[in-house]
């Protein structure tokens, strides 16, 4: 069965850095793209960075552009989410996506950002 778990979550300081990694399983991994979203507290979940099959298609939300950076190690089967830069409304649960016949989610990880 298709599994996507995250990690790489936790504290950090305004304009501090954190990298995301989200492992695949039960899908053939390079066939498909990838994607990190994230909800906020009291807000909708919304899409924060793709990558395609080819890993040099990506795309990102407009408010991560120039911080975030999403990569995908296919050997590894791994998709990661590189954010500098952050700021206090980047605090969410980042959930790994992959639509896979059907949308398939992880649990998330839970990124704080605070002074």
């Known amino acids: 069965q298709v599994q996507l778990v995250e990690s790489g979550g936790g504290l950090v300081q305004p304009g501090g850095s954190l990298r995301l990694s989200c492992v695949a399983s039960?899908?053939?991994?390079?066939?498909?793209?990838m994607s990190w979203y994230r909800q906020a507290p009291g807000k909708e979940r919304e899409l924060v960075a793709h990558?395609?099959?080819?890993?040099?298609?990506?795309d990102y939300v407009d408010s991560v552009k120039g911080r975030f950076t999403i990569s995908r190690d296919n050997a590894k089967r791994t998709v990661d989410l590189q954010m500098n830069s952050l700021k206090l409304e980047d605090t969410a649960v980042y959930y790994c996506?992959?639509?896979?016949?059907?949308?398939?989610w992880g649990k998330g990880t839970l990124v704080t950002v605070s002074s």
């Open positions: 996506r992959v639509f896979y016949y059907k949308d398939y």
């Open positions: 990558i395609s099959r080819n890993p040099e298609i990506t």
């Open positions: 039960g899908f053939p991994f390079s066939d498909y793209g």
